[in-house]
């Protein structure tokens, strides 16, 4: 699924970015090389986020 636009971002992208340590649509953008554009994919890419972080924690702790 298309997450932004603007600079063609999909789904996959900026889950990876956020398993890669991005904790925020802005550093994801940037750690795939690029910048928000107009800002109507930011609440998206941060639910994104914010998902890929809970499932990497509820793995750390089931681990535990």
């Known amino acids: 699924m298309i997450v932004c636009v603007c600079n ?3 789904e996959d992208e ?3 970015a956020a398993r890669n ?3 925020c649509p802005r550093s994801a953008f940037a750690h795939l090389g690029c910048e928000p554009q107009c800002g109507t994919c930011l ?3 941060r639910e994104i986020i ?3 972080r ?3 924690f ?4 089931q681990a535990a």
Do not use: K, N, T
């Open 50 to 52: 914010e998902a890929e």
């Open 14 to 16: 900026v889950r990876a």
């Open 43 to 45: 609440p998206f890419a």
């Open 21 to 23: 340590g991005a904790p």
């Open 58 to 61: 509820a793995v750390g702790a």
């Open 8 to 10: 063609a971002l999909c």
């Open 54 to 56: 809970e499932s990497h």
